[in-house]
């Protein structure tokens, strides 16, 4: 399976402004002016793609990344999509422009491509649960920022912190090591390890309490626990009252939410009525037509462009009040779940709360020392028993969790063996073999080779997970500026050459400063982007005036 990007457009509703770029399968490069090509826009049109997709970009401050609409279409073993997003509002079409869902959670978005891309990375989080991760997770082999040639540290995509140890887990899960299963297993003999743990800790208490009753049983009476099981029902009746107040705030909060998600309805509405009115009134100025007393204008200039700001203004307003739709709709599900289970535990404390406290009285009484003795020995019997079951699982699992590590170690094998033909290729000897033993392993170089051994090392990578997780789909190569640091021509013309071949069996975009056909083996096909704009002026008007119709379809759609 394959996922190939077909054209992105940049929009600026604010400035009426846009840009589109075109791609094909195969080999793409971004290029501009050796002499003073710098600053042209390469780079933003690279962040822009995987940012798109729902990963965080590195964009530069002076990009206000936030008042942006891209609009990207791709296609997915030869079925065309477009993606839409503006600010945290993603919406996934069909090629006809039919909307397949909408989401305004990168996490939420990432669950939902999985259906048409049959991958995403899975991780636990901070809490041990098994989640599907944002974004970001399933591209990271596919993209180097410009500014973030940094070996095999992770770096070109914003917020990638909050999953515990993630580069190896990413890692190893693109590579067809690690996963679902992997990670359950995993967690599933921490849980034993600590269920064990505690039995071995209960085990021991209930041996000092045999020996008290022991000692107890040769003529020492009991006191009566009446009194502690008073306290329990006091406690019960506590947690009951708190579950009382929590149930009354979160009823509220969901009609304060309900009430949010009317007037955010009615609000769209009202929006989408001014944005249609406009149209009419425009419809009217073109044939010199005044829309409000019906006589004939000369000069309708002014007045078509008071309505075509209405519109425009109307586009960022309705992007933010679907947001807002979305979010309360959310909020809405979550308060709804909680009321949920608010209402059982309600429920339960409810039974509780009904002990017959004659009858417990009753029982307290009636209980001996003896009937409490046999009742220790008999869990005690069954804490021993919990112990070597533990002791049993942790075998089977540990038996499954090692075959993992067996795949592994082929994979390291394949690894090691990459990267020294790199290394002999670019005369790498600054990183030492030793340093290619473990996947995992820092692999920086310095100067010149900084960015080498990056390529390399991403490479490699892409290699391996063909190699290794052949069913995986297999995203865009996006390498920005490769070449971006102080170097020979010799190394300029190999690493060029290098990435090309390396990379020829699918889609592969490059940004190069000054690009010569001659740096590419002749046989291959290439697709040249050259931008020509002014510094700092990527967008421009005609483009948002040729496409305003794209944006306006896509922005209207729910």
């Excluded at 090692?402 to 005369?427: C, D, L, S, W």
């Excluded at 600054?430 to 170089?445: H, Q, W």
Aim: glycine share 4%; aromatic share 10%; proline share 2%.
């Amino acid at each position: 399976m394959r996922l190939i990007f077909r054209e992105l457009f940049i929009f600026s509703p604010s400035e009426k402004k846009a840009k589109k770029v075109e791609f094909t399968d195969g080999i793409n490069i971004i290029t501009s002016s050796q002499e003073d090509g710098t600053d042209r826009g390469k780079s933003v049109i690279m962040r822009s793609l995987y940012h798109t997709m729902g990963a965080e970009g590195c964009f530069e401050k002076n990009w206000e990344g936030k008042d942006k609409v891209y609009v990207l279409k791709i296609d997915i073993d030869g079925i065309g999509y477009y993606i839409y997003r503006s600010a945290e509002l993603f919406k996934f079409f069909s090629e006809d422009k039919e909307v397949l869902f909408t989401s305004v959670s990168s996490r939420e978005l990432s669950e939902k491509l999985k259906s048409y891309t049959n991958f995403a990375v899975q991780l636990p989080n901070r809490s041990e649960k098994l989640e599907v991760t944002p974004p970001a997770y399933n591209y990271l082999p596919f993209y180097i920022d410009q500014d973030h040639y940094e070996g095999n540290n992770y770096a070109a995509f914003k917020n990638l912190g909050q999953y515990v140890g993630f580069r190896e887990n990413v890692l190893f899960y693109h590579l067809g090591v690690y996963n679902e299963e992997y990670f359950e297993l995993v967690h599933s003999r921490d849980e034993i390890k600590e269920k064990k743990a505690q039995s071995e800790s209960q085990l021991e208490i209930f041996k000092a309490m045999i020996e008290g009753l022991d000692k107890k049983l040769a003529g020492v009476s009991v006191s009566s626990s009446y009194e502690a099981l008073r306290k329990d029902v006091a406690i019960y009746q506590k947690e009951y009252a708190e579950v009382l107040d929590k149930l009354s705030k979160s009823k509220k909060k969901l009609i304060d939410l309900r009430n949010h998600l009317y007037e955010t309805e009615q609000m769209l509405k009202e929006i989408e009525d001014v944005s249609k009115e406009s149209e009419k009134k425009i419809k009217k100025l073109r044939k010199h037509i005044c829309p409000e007393c019906g006589t004939e204008l000369a000069d309708t200039i002014q007045l078509k462009s008071k309505n075509y700001n209405l519109i425009e203004d109307a586009i960022l307003i309705k992007n933010d009040l679907q947001i807002s739709l979305l979010e309360y709709q959310r909020q809405i599900e979550k308060e709804e779940k909680m009321y949920k289970e608010l209402l059982e535990q309600m429920s339960a404390y409810e039974k509780k709360l009904k002990i017959n406290n004659e009858k417990t009285d009753d029982v307290l009484r009636q209980k001996g020392l003896s009937e409490l003795r046999d009742e220790v020995v008999s869990e005690q019997i069954d804490v021993i028993d919990a112990i070597e079951a533990a002791k049993a699982e942790l075998k089977a699992v540990g038996t499954k969790i090692n075959a993992y590590g067996t795949k592994k170690k082929r994979v390291e094998a394949q690894y090691y063996e990459h990267m020294m033909t790199a290394r002999t290729q670019f005369g790498l000897n600054e990183l030492s073999p030793d340093s290619f033993k473990k996947i995992t392993n820092s692999v920086n170089a310095s100067g010149s080779n900084k960015n080498i051994a990056t390529i390399v090392w991403y490479i490699t990578i892409l290699e391996l997970r063909k190699m290794f997780n052949k069913e995986a789909i297999e995203f865009p190569v996006v390498f920005d500026s490769p070449n971006n640091v102080e170097t020979d021509n010799q190394k300029k013309y190999g690493l060029v050459q290098y990435i090309t071949n390396k990379c020829d069996s699918g889609q592969l975009i490059l940004s190069l400063l000054g690009f010569n056909e001659k740096d590419i083996e002749p046989d291959k096909q290439v697709h040249i982007i050259t931008l020509t704009n002014d510094k700092y002026k990527l967008l421009d008007s005609e483009s948002y005036e040729l496409y305003k119709d794209l944006l306006d379809e896509l922005c209207d759609a729910s």
